[in-house]
């Protein structure tokens, strides 16, 4: 639109439009304001929201019994014997006796040096095992150690490895060698089986030839197989382009290869790849990294042609079972000549079988250890006899009761635990409260208490239970804290001014302001925007109520029925609106003298208000406080259709928006009218001019 703006009249029409829509503007203005003022309320009242939320997060602590049951455990002797309490745990003693033996874990130490030349050249357990000097040999096997994680995505009880042109490794009976293969659904081991007409237990599974696994049950989805197994061969497959080089497989320390392109083979000799029959050389083959490198010749007269090869590994099995407070524990590991020892005690290590390998190379030896403490098989090496003295067990076989049994050729031979003999494996034996028990381990809980056995002993030792009240008090002093500090922020909220005459600043008038005079005036402007707030001040009401109101409950003595009985009373000062104050001798006196009063007065439970104890009163208060500010103020998540302000707001900004198009079309108007009139001005000015230029010719 063309705005003639004085042109003929030379009057300013900008300056009289915008004047003139100044007064206009102002019901505008006053929406603007108004929105803002709902929006700084509804900020309000949410972070006041927030703080009674933190608040009931702390009722819900005071809640649970650790607040008030807070124990601690003396013994009196902390060099032979410990303990700690939990909430748990009664007020009560304990007396431990007669401490014969104390629980040792089962361990072997092999029978003797494993490196061939133990001054010169021990071994070194970071190099690979292939290239170690043992005392004995390694007895190699031929095959591809694989590992693989099926991902069950529905239940169901038959899976496959998906072995495709390769075998699992088999035994001598033409069936999948049990040795070298474990299977585990969510860390548990299953048994191996391989005859089909045998019935599958709920622990086993059938394993095929083909890779084929079969299990009894259903295996759930979501849950992960892993399988580790040996193949006979590694196969894996290439195509060849313009710029390929070289190959590098997966595996190294390679035994048996073969490479195949279309009906050609290639072997290795010397290093060479040479065509069977022929003698051809395509390339060459770092056997002990797996590196091929083709010859250029071979390269372009293959590309686009798939190359497959196949091949080896030597390779080594062992098994470990051992007894666990979870039952049997049985694994096989594979090794690879690849492996060093370090990699080999890891993969022991981290495995679920329960042991600890070790090397030392000092000594050149090893020990495996079992992690847990105790004997599991039930055949304890010593007993105590008629007198309660410890005896060895007449009839116990050290071959029968072993925690820590191992198979295979590398683990008895090479590292020389045939014929290891087991040591400790034994239960912890002691007395307590003149009862005669045993545990598994030196630490062990009973009614809540945790002890630990440090040594033996044989006169009586006493651990004593006892409330520690100074933690318990400190609990109750946090708690009267956090009430105070809530109390007095909605207090002083509630009360605080309202300057009437600070409404929110228009655009206007934020120009005519410097940054500090506007902070002021906004500072001045939200205050005392809840002064007087109905839920706010009925929420400390009720919550005032819930604390002065007797608890009666049968589980608290009459004397301890109100906070003021055991110290907590309000503050003499009625401005602070009912904050609390501790009489901290009192309390703590309260505590010692009857903890359970003071615990039930705080979080008794009943059917009626009156029978509940206070923070359970509180946390009913401060909840539906929660829920009307929700509905006042909503949340940051909430639209504005869910609660009151947010409606409100929807209804200004509705009005705003309808008011701004009025506006537009009122400034048009004024200018329509001063175009008008300029357009007229001009007009007759253009006639004034004709007339006098006509009078004056006339002259």
């Known amino acids: 639109m063309v705005r003639i703006s004085g ?20 019901p505008l203005d006053k929406l603007k304001q108004k929105q803002q003022t709902l929006e700084w309320q509804r900020d309000d009242y949410r972070a006041l929201n927030t703080l009674f939320f933190n608040f009931r997060s702390t009722l819900t602590n005071m809640k649970l019994t650790p607040s008030y049951r807070v124990r601690s455990a003396v013994s009196t002797n ?6 700690t309490a939990s909430s748990a745990a009664g007020l009560s003693s304990y007396s431990i006796s007669k401490v014969k033996q104390l629980a040792t874990a089962a361990t072997k130490v092999n029978m003797g040096s494993i490196s061939a030349d133990t001054k010169q050249n021990k071994i070194n357990v970071n190099e690979s095992l292939s290239k170690q000097k043992f005392g004995t040999d390694i007895s190699w096997e031929k095959g591809s150690v694989e590992y693989k994680t099926i ?92 710029d390929t080089t070289g190959w ?25 790849l040479l065509k069977d029959g022929t003698g051809e050389k395509i390339g060459s083959i770092d056997k002990e990294t797996g590196k091929i ?3 250029s010749t071979f390269i372009s007269n293959n590309v686009d042609k798939e190359i497959e090869v196949e091949y080896n590994q030597n390779y ?87 925690e820590i049994f191992t198979s295979g050729d590398f683990i008895q031979n090479v590292l020389k635990f045939d014929g290891a003999t087991e040591t400790g494996g034994e239960n912890a034996i002691f007395e307590i409260n003149g009862l005669q028990t045993e545990r598994t381990s030196n630490t062990f809980e009973m009614n809540g208490v945790t002890f630990t056995l440090k040594k033996t002993f044989e006169d009586p030792e006493s651990v004593s239970i006892s409330n520690d009240s100074s933690k318990v008090f400190d609990n109750i002093k946090a708690f009267v804290d956090e009430y105070n500090k809530l109390i007095d922020t909605v207090n002083k909220k509630i009360t605080e001014d309202r300057y009437r005459d600070y409404g929110p600043l228009t655009d206007e008038q934020k120009e005519q302001l410097s940054d500090k005079q506007q902070e002021k005036w906004e500072q ?8 007087g707030d109905s839920i706010l001040s009925g929420a400390l009401s009720q919550m005032r109520m819930s604390m002065y109101t007797p608890v009666n409950n049968p589980d608290v003595a009459p004397a301890f029925k109100q906070l003021a009985a055991i110290g907590i009373k309000t503050t003499a000062n009625y401005l602070e609106g009912g904050k609390l104050e501790i009489d901290e001798a009192k309390l703590k006196k309260a505590i010692e003298e009857d903890p359970s009063s003071v615990e039930n007065l705080f979080r008794g439970t009943g059917d009626s208000t009156s029978s509940k104890g206070i923070v359970q009163r509180l946390y009913d208060d401060v909840s539906g406080t929660i829920d009307k500010l929700n509905e006042r103020a909503g949340k940051a998540t909430y639209t504005n259709q869910q609660f009151t302000i947010g409606k409100n707001l929807d209804d200004v900004s509705k009005k705003i928006t309808s008011f701004t198009d009025r506006l537009k079309q009122i400034e048009d108007r004024y200018y329509n009218q001063f175009t008008a009139m300029e357009q007229a001005i001009q007009k007759a000015n253009s006639q004034m001019s004709y007339l006098m230029q006509y009078f004056g010719g006339g002259q």
């Not at 892993?226 to 193949?231: A, E, I, L, N, S």
């Not at 590098?248 to 060479?272: A, C, H, N, P």
């Not at 055949?379 to 050290?398: A, M, V």
């Not at 001045?524 to 002064?531: H, N, R, V």
Request: proline letters at 1%; hydrophobic letters at 30%; zero cysteines.
């Open 78 to 83: 902390e060099s032979l014997l410990s303990a």
């Open 316 to 402: 080594t099995t062992f098994n470990i079972q051992t007894s666990t407070s979870k039952g049997k524990m049985n694994q096989n590991f594979l090794i690879q000549s690849t492996d060093s020892l370090n990699s080999m005690m890891n993969k022991v290590n981290n495995s679920n079988v329960g042991v600890s390998m070790f090397y030392d190379s000092f000594t050149d030896k090893m020990t495996l250890t079992r992690t847990e403490t105790g004997n599991f098989n039930g055949d304890s090496k010593n007993k105590l006899d008629s007198n309660g003295n410890l005896i060895e067990n007449s009839n116990y076989d050290p071959q029968k009761d072993q």
């Open 524 to 531: 001045m402007a939200k205050s005392g925007l809840l002064k």
């Open 248 to 272: 590098q497989l997966s595996k190294g320390e390679i035994q048996e290869f073969t490479l195949k392109v279309g009906s050609d083979v290639y072997k290795i000799s010397d290093g060479d």
């Open 151 to 242: 991902s069950v995505t529905e239940d169901k009880k038959d899976f496959s490895l998906d072995l495709q042109n390769v075998k699992l490794k088999l035994d001598k009976q033409n069936v999948p060698d049990t040795t070298a293969i474990n299977v585990k659904v969510n860390g548990i081991s299953y048994e191996v089986i391989t005859d089909s007409s045998i019935p599958l237990q709920s622990n086993q599974v059938l394993v095929k030839e083909n890779g084929e696994l079969t299990f009894v049950d259903n295996i759930k989805k979501g849950s992960n197989i892993q399988v580790d197994y040996v193949t006979d061969f590694k196969n894996e497959k290439i195509t060849l382009s313009e």
């Open 293 to 295: 490198t083709f010859d």
């Open 7 to 26: 042109l003929a009249s030379g009057m300013d029409i900008d300056q009289m439009v915008k004047d003139l829509m100044k007064v206009e503007r102002m």
